[in-house]
């Protein structure tokens, strides 16, 4: 009856976004978080209701592993910027 | 005869329907907890020192004596000697408890 599909519609609207900082990345943070606010998007407190990925900044070799693992753990559907 | 083909063919029958699932079956996936990009280091029963299980258990074993003590520390004004007593030779009983908790190292921190 397409109510499935309308509810992975609407879900898929308002994701819960899990922000990374790296290096240099302060100001894109701000801007995503006021962007989050703007659109009235939650953020996620753990990969595994993330559905989008955003890493602000430049990760340097640690973080990028992390954020791998972090990746690797979130379900789909998952989007990463 | 009969009976060991039958048991023969049930246990082919399981083998088989076993070999299909090894077959079809998803493999598991590989997330864990989130640690902030890491991996956990021990096992989970691990993660905790085992001195907090034993003091939750001791803590537990007194918290009942405590609930002893509470309605007595409401009387004890106006029945007076005797409840005092009696409640330090219960008191003592339980002191033996931690004597041996000591004894035993259920109170050794490192």
Same mark, same amino acid.
């Not at chain 1, 499935?4 to 519609?9: D, E, I, K």
């Not at chain 2, 258990?57 to 007194?62: C, E, G, Q």
């Given at each position: ?5 309308? $509810? /992975? *519609? ?5 994701? !819960?976004?899990?922000? +990374?900082?790296?290096?240099y990345?302060? &100001?894109?943070? $701000?801007?995503?978080?006021a962007? /989050? *606010? *703007? ?8 990969? @595994?209701?993330?559905? $989008?990925?955003?890493?602000?900044? *430049? ?12 990746? @690797? ?7 990463r910027? | ?8 063919? $049930? ?10 699932s090894l077959? +079809?079956? &998803? ?10 990009? %890491? !991996?956990? %280091?021990?096992?989970?029963?691990? !993660? ?9 258990? +001791?803590?537990?074993a007194?918290?009942? =004596?405590? +609930?002893?003590?509470?309605p #007595? @520390? ?11 007593? =009696?409640?330090?030779a219960?008191? %003592? ?10 004894? =035993?190292?259920?109170?050794? #921190?490192?």
């Amino acid at each position: 009856m397409g109510l499935s599909a309308w $509810l /992975l *519609r609407y879900a898929a609207g308002r994701p !819960r976004v899990l922000v +990374v900082c790296g290096a240099y990345g302060t &100001p894109y943070r $701000l801007r995503v978080e006021a962007e /989050l *606010r *703007r659109r009235g998007w939650l953020e996620a407190r753990s990969p @595994a209701e993330a559905s $989008l990925l955003a890493v602000c900044g *430049r990760p340097g070799a640690e973080l990028a592993a992390a954020i791998e693992v972090v990746w @690797a753990d979130m379900a789909v559907p998952r989007a990463r910027v | 005869m009969g009976i060991a083909l039958t048991v023969l063919a $049930l246990l082919l029958g399981i083998a088989g329907i076993y070999l299909v699932s090894l077959a +079809v079956a &998803p493999r598991p996936v590989a997330v864990g907890p989130f640690l902030s990009g %890491a !991996r956990p %280091a021990e096992h989970a029963l691990s !993660r905790f020192h085992v001195r907090w299980y034993a003091i939750t258990l +001791v803590f537990l074993a007194f918290d009942m =004596e405590m +609930v002893f003590m509470y309605p #007595w @520390a409401l009387v004890v004004a106006e029945v007076g000697p005797v409840a005092v007593i =009696e409640m330090f030779a219960f008191l %003592a009983l339980l002191l033996v408890g931690v004597l041996y908790a000591w004894r =035993e190292g259920a109170l050794r #921190w490192v």
